[in-house]
């Protein structure tokens, strides 16, 4: 199980592929970074919505037979109004001020019911496994090895998300907002920003993205629950492992732990059971976690990170 | 202030009977007082007695369990704080709590949420008139500055949204007495040149009975008079 | 030498001194006693009979579910740690046991093996976890155990060999006296049922057990736990296992009702999710409403696929009610409207027993906070007499040493902040010593290094000459140290009963399998530690709260029920940080005033931070001002009073940087300048 021995000439492909698919982590782990900044909660409902995503891009390109872009558009559509409503529920006075554990817990049964809706609201046909991609279908050959046009255009919208977010918070004045809300929200509070506004928009920002997500994501997952709960996972891991810092970050450790994963799966390393590899993966979290949490320490002595 | 000229004009800040508090729990008992146009006034306590949710009552972020608060005769009681920052009350609280992993007009411009982007940085440079030192450190990060200069950023903050009334909690913990005057002697020329009023928060002693018009003497809860600062 | 203050003439007013009416150390009796569980009882016994085979299935299905939600009940609901991870947990131990317990393909062990096996599997799964959670709790665990969720779908899930796949393996049936059973047998629902209630008949007994407590105020809050010796890790390691053994043994119990295996597909996160749910909205201290929900969510399938809401949905709906219905859930509610019923409105209870602290006082406070009490409430002298006697056998032996605590040379910063730079202080056993000082002086600081919540830089603690700065919390207060906090911590959800009890945990010895068996020994030191905390309760005058809920009570309640838990585990010596903050002077100086009698009947130390110098100055024996970090002067409060130094940098008038009023100034000023 733990046969370690390289093979160099898988490393090039599985590079490309791991970059790749950092993509779809990144974006969902970005979405996570950007309500907790608002919040200081875990936004478990994002896999919700990118359910909804996944699942709506099927049904309308199986059913109805729209074109994939259009999709995404009409998505991400559907995304903002989701994440807008659901700000409209939790940065409401009387819910914004309960302990974490209880919006977390909201949190989660949102979640919940959006899975549960998605997967009657957008039933699963037997004939159509896959979803088309809205790009087409070629492929590229780099390093002698056949990446989609799917793959690189999800990695590219990645990429410009990303760095679109870094700048939004960086250069605007809503931007600066959120980051003062993130790190004093009291103070936030008597400056005399408007927690409710700031915070509405940014879930609903951030549920437009896991939307996207959830749609990039059906090509390749098809209509998987289980497969798109793993995605989600890995982006929650990689937004805990930054401590929900920054999008570039959230990029950053979405790379490191995608091309981990690629690496285990395509042999490059040796032959190295899905066991080992998810056991890998958590054990890197939690260390990462702990290492962050030193470094952040006070000193004192019953101080648990409570994020 | 002649008492003739009091009858004529309204306070700019009238508390009456307020009882505000945590939790349903009051910690500000019956509390009166007014704040009048273009005056400096200490509220002067010691700790757990109250001034910190005084002023975070005025600012609108503490329960308020009866009476009411007036801001130029309107009844702000049930008002959010970005509200009474809109109308004119703007707050420095304790510690500064500026936002450290911003710059200092990264800061400036957080405390400027419904100021137009046009008018923003003619106020930057307000603020850099009082604040010199401000100016010549706009785009270092707040966390890095020291406490002397954090206490200006925290007061630049409050002071862009252009206010009638500052609320400036304990400018004086942690700085040395210098640093202080230079504080205090910024917070006067505001209220000269601009008639602000400033209602500052302090312990009793860092009290400094000539460098404010008035003082407010609040003991457990409630307001009490000065005279009774002497103690045996 | 103090001098005689007005409250050393105070009158106490008669009140009933009544014995506790709420015993729950026969915790068991206690349960059987409530006419509802017999009434359940029976149900439970009978109505097997009339009813069809697929309700008896169903049933007892429900009841495996029970199990697991009972365990989650403990882990999320006592220990406030959420967990994702029940049905991953489940579903290993099932798989596994059942491959213990299977001929082919298995080992054929017995029956036993494979439930212990079962359950040992789910403690050890969930321990380890525990050990994640050592240094983070709240959101972390939720993250860490959703992990251990995924990473059992991704490699229990996919050996094949072990879950059957899509064919399901096949499950030999238990055999009992001599008898192959199925699973809609009556018998096989008996033998359930049996397992049920010896589950929530262990439970019951934990939960009144010091464990219980320990792991309700660990959740609730870690540093009041520690600050009465509970480890708060220990604590939570226990909910864990507990969580993980009833997952387990739920197992095994399920390999043994389902003729073959349910395939994994039933066991992924939502499942967990699910489970979640049925424990919050039973309530985290009602067993029988966690196990009504579990019945409930279980036996209505088929009108889940009427209004086409599926499991997903379902869960969803289950953790938003749950979340609405608050920490006591539908059990709570419940037991709310029995109340009422029974006893009326809370709001009519609680003003039939009024609190007496300090309404028949005439209070004439002055500008400068001496108050006057012309008499204030108390208990009557007798039943205070008693009260006494039962703390005195209550409490350890005084110790005899002369410094009950002393702190040398404490530096200590962070931050870059220098909040202490060579404190010192030392508090004679025996005296009600005072710590003054302006804010940011370092008093906070200084109180969280001696209680152990911080470690200094540079200096020693010593605890009655012993060095502790080592020491953790918990051990600390092995050693006689307890510690109040500002902040309000206590249970809200419990009864003041409850809360005082929860910090029993120091007087009574016992280990776990001691309480869970039942061994009168420890029970009777549980009985003991009743008695103590109505004793308690009638001298700080919150009996008449004694099982109303500590959240719905006012404010001078909630701290003296803290300050009774504090007292309950019988401390050498007691820290309050700041006991009256937030009361107004009339309370501020009666709960002063009740301290220190507590503390001259008791032969208590007492180390005391307070803003209310005044009070201070009247009360204490010793007082310590601390100024910038360091000692600035101690001694008798007089002299104190009298330092200069103390006058110019904490009691005197303050700093006044010019003599002349500042208008006139900057008119100057501004003439001057006109002028160049």
Redesign the interface.
Known sequence: MLGFHLEPSLFGPSFIVGIANAGIYSVLAVALVLTFKISR??GFMHYGVAVIGAYGYYHFTAEYHWNGIACLLVLVGIGTVIGGLYGLLVMNQRIAFLP???L???S??????????A??LFPVRPDVALSPSPFGEHAVRIWSYNVTIHRIVSLGITVALVILLALWLNGT?AG??V??IS??V?????????LFRIGVGAYAASGAMSCLAGALLAPTAGTDI?AM??VF?RA??VA?VGGFRSPMLALLGACVLSLTETFCTTSALGEIG??TK??AI?VM??LT??VV?KLRR?????E???? | MSDRRRELEIPKLAVENLRAGYDGVPVLFDVNFDIWPAEIVVLCGGNGAGKSTMLKAIMGTVQVLGGEMRLDDQKINKWPPHRRTKAGISFSPEGRRVFATLSVKENLHAGASHVPTAELEERCQEVYEYFPVLGEREGQLAGTLSGGEQQMVAIGRALMPRPDLILVEEPSQGLAPVMVDRVYHALQRICLDRGVSVLIAEQFQQLRENDCDRVLVIDKGTVVPYESLSRS | MRHRTALDDVVFEEIDTSRNPYSKARPLTALLRQPLNILLGILALTWIYPVRDYWVFTISAGMIVAIVALGIMVMTGWCREVNLASAGVYATSLYLSSYVYREQPGWGKPLWCAVLASIGIGAGIMLGVSLLSVRFSGVYVMVFTLGVQIMVERIMFTRYHLTGGDTALENPRPVFFGHHMEGHDRQFYMFLLVVLVLVMALLCRVRYSPYGRAMMLAGADQQSAAAVGISPWKAKALGFGICGALSGLSGIMAAMLFVSAPTTVNYQATTSLLWLSIAILGGFDSMTAVVGVALLFQGVPFLLEKFHVDYQGLAGIALLAGVLCGARGVGGRLQDIYRRLRFGPAVKRRAARPNTLTTSASVLSRADGIVDLAEYGGAAPAARRQALETLEGWFPARRTEPIALSAENIWMSFGGVKALQGANIEVPTGSFTGLIGPNGAGKTTLFDVVSGLQRPDRGTVRLFGENVTGMRPWTRAGLGMTRTFQTQRTIKELGVCDNLLAGAGLRIHGNLGQFVIGQPRVWRQVRAAEEAAWAIAQLLNIDRYWDERVGELEFSARRRTELGRALMSGPQILLLDEPTSGLDPASSAALIGLVRQLQADLGLTVLLVEHYVKAVLESCDLVYVLAEGRTLAHGDPLAVAANAEVQTHYLGAGASSSTVPWRQRMAEERRTAARV
């Open positions: 909660t875990i974490r554990i209880t977390s817990m909201i989660l049964a949102v979640m919940l019911l959006l899975t549960a809706f997967t009657r004045r600066v907002n980051r003062a790190d004093d009291e103070a936030a509070r008597w400056s005399g920003i408007r289980s709960l793993l996972f929650l891991t805990v899905p066991g998810e056991t958590f979290m939690v976690a702990l949490a006070t000193g004192h002595r019953l648990v990170e409570v994020l």
